[in-house]
């Protein structure tokens, strides 16, 4: 059984920075792919970041120069640092893990089997 579970989310106000972590158990960490989604409301999921199992990454245009994923395999976390953070950055932030082992960064919420709860980040103009 996988559980992921994410925590940071808050309000901030517009150029702000916040930090989520997302700490995961069940599986052996470092040999899966993981994402950070997001989801405003009215909007489908999309993903923000991922990384791989060897730690390659994507981001979403959106938030290229903006955000950095990261992952601490000793920790079983990954992380998402958001800086300069804009009104439109305001969505439910979910992490996820791949389906199988040794993967690539993948655009797709698809490719993904396990998801955390959430965490609301709202950002203030």
């Known amino acids: 059984q996988v559980q992921l579970v994410e925590s940071g989310g808050g309000l901030v106000q517009a150029g702000g920075s916040l930090r989520l972590s997302c700490a995961a158990s069940?599986?052996?960490?470092?040999?899966?792919?993981m994402g950070w989604f997001r989801q405003a409301p009215g909007k489908e999921r999309a993903v923000v970041a991922a990384i791989s199992w060897s730690s390659s990454t994507i981001y979403a245009d959106s938030v290229k120069g903006r955000f950095t994923i990261s992952r601490d395999n000793a920790k079983n976390t990954v992380y998402l640092q958001m800086n300069s953070l804009k009104p439109e950055d305001t969505a439910v932030y979910y992490c996820?893990?791949?389906?199988?082992?040794?993967?690539?960064?993948?655009?797709?919420?698809?490719?993904?089997?396990?998801w955390g709860q959430g965490t609301q980040v709202t950002v203030s103009s």
């Open positions: 069940g599986r052996t960490f470092s040999s899966f792919a």
């Open positions: 996820a893990q791949r389906r199988v082992p040794a993967g690539g960064a993948s655009w797709s919420k698809v490719a993904y089997d396990y």
